[in-house]
């Protein structure tokens, strides 16, 4: 069974453009969070979907967004970037209700020049 | 709202010896995991823990939940060089699916 896979696994960008990362869940996970981690703060979590809900959300300012699709894929959107949001995103899949365990994809390094 | 500490935040020992990490949550939890991410990898879960004063064993790696479940702690027995890793504790935020984690443990085994 393949793991959790997100794309692309590095990424440069300059401040204020916008940028969209991928994560495909391990085949039957349904629910998909998204942690940003930095060496400062750690992992800190961004969101989580679940059906296509986002079911709840951390405390990010309104320039990070996802969303998830019909087959538990997910995006996550960060518009206007800031040299601040260079970090490791960092998506994990469950089964869903009742499966707590998360299972980590690679990550995608983003770099803000 | 819940906050996660964990101890220490960096500990190098020479291989061989014991480690321990600890972990306290300023909240009763419902359960605590235990994850371990090697240098430039990502997460990976190693445990869960449920029952007050559960205590689990994985070869050389003994978990403990506090029997007031508000502390966990991870003990590694004469490390190895494939131990070095950061080490985090996560507890689920009551009533919702977020995960709190630990501010992590890094650990590095000299030869």
């Known amino acids: 069974k393949a793991g959790v896979t997100q794309t692309p696994r590095y990424l440069i960008k300059t401040r204020g453009q916008q940028v969209t990362l991928s994560c495909s869940p391990i085949?039957?996970?349904?629910?998909v969070s998204w942690y940003q981690q930095t060496p400062g703060q750690g992992l800190q979590f961004l969101f989580e979907?679940?059906?296509?809900?986002?079911?709840n959300k951390g405390n990010f300012p309104g320039r990070f967004s996802g969303r998830q699709f019909s087959n538990s894929r997910s995006e996550m959107n960060v518009s206007t970037l800031e040299l601040g949001d260079s970090a490791l995103y960092l998506c994990?899949?469950?089964?869903?209700?009742?499966?707590?365990?998360?299972?980590f994809g690679s990550g995608t390094q983003l770099s803000v020049l | 709202g819940q906050q996660v500490m964990q101890i220490p935040q960096y500990q190098h020992v020479q291989e061989g010896e014991d480690f321990t990490t600890y972990c306290n949550s300023s909240?009763?939890?419902?359960?605590i995991q235990w994850y371990k991410q090697r240098p430039g990898g990502h997460p990976v879960f190693l445990i869960q823990l449920v029952k007050s004063g559960e205590v689990k064993k994985q070869k050389r790696l003994t978990f403990q939940f506090g029997e007031a479940k508000k502390n966990s702690s991870l003990h590694i027995t004469a490390t190895q060089t494939t131990d070095v890793g950061t080490y985090f504790c996560a507890e689920r935020a009551s009533g919702t699916y977020k995960y709190i984690f630990g501010t992590g443990t890094r650990l590095k085994v000299l030869a």
């Open positions: 979907y679940f059906s296509e809900t986002q079911r």
């Open positions: 994990a899949s469950t089964l869903g209700p009742g499966h707590e365990k998360l299972f």
């Open positions: 909240t009763t939890l419902s359960n």
């Open positions: 085949s039957g996970h349904r629910s």
